[in-house]
Nanobody
Framework: QVQLVESGGGLVQAGGSLRLSCVAS????????MGWFRQAPGKEREFVAI????????YYADSVKGRFTISRDNAKNTVYLQMNSLTPEDTAVYYC?????????????????WGQGTQVTVSS
């Protein structure tokens, strides 16, 4: 079992930045590709970013490419999502997830473990 706990969400003005963290416990994070997903009110959960098991590759949704950066520190069992140039459209609950694979996937169904989510609200 892997327990994931996100933090770092909050209220920020448009154009601002936030850094989300996801700390894992139970098993070493280096065995898992990690993803960030988000869900806005009334919408389906959507892919944001993924990072491979050892951090050698990362992929992003088109909507966040160039603004968000996913990274990981396996020694700290932590994954990060740096979010810059935030817009109101980024408002959502953000979830981290762990997939027992090398590269991860863009579909939520492939993930084995999920955090409880952290709210990000961007005001205009």
């Amino acid at each position: 079992q892997v327990q994931l706990v996100e933090s770092g969400g909050g209220l920020v003005q448009a154009g601002g930045s936030l850094r989300l963290s996801c700390v894992a416990s139970g098993r070493t994070l280096s065995n898992y590709a990690m993803g960030w997903f988000r869900q806005a009110p009334g919408k389906e959960r959507e892919f944001v970013a993924i990072i491979s098991r050892i951090g050698g590759s990362a992929y992003y949704a088109d909507s966040v490419k160039g603004r968000f950066t996913i990274s990981r520190d396996n020694a700290k069992n932590t994954v990060y999502l740096q979010m810059n140039s935030l817009t109101p459209e980024d408002t959502a609950v953000y979830y981290c997830a762990a997939e027992h694979s090398v590269d991860g996937s863009r579909t939520s169904s492939g993930y084995d473990y999920w955090g409880q989510g952290t709210q990000v609200t961007v005001s205009s």
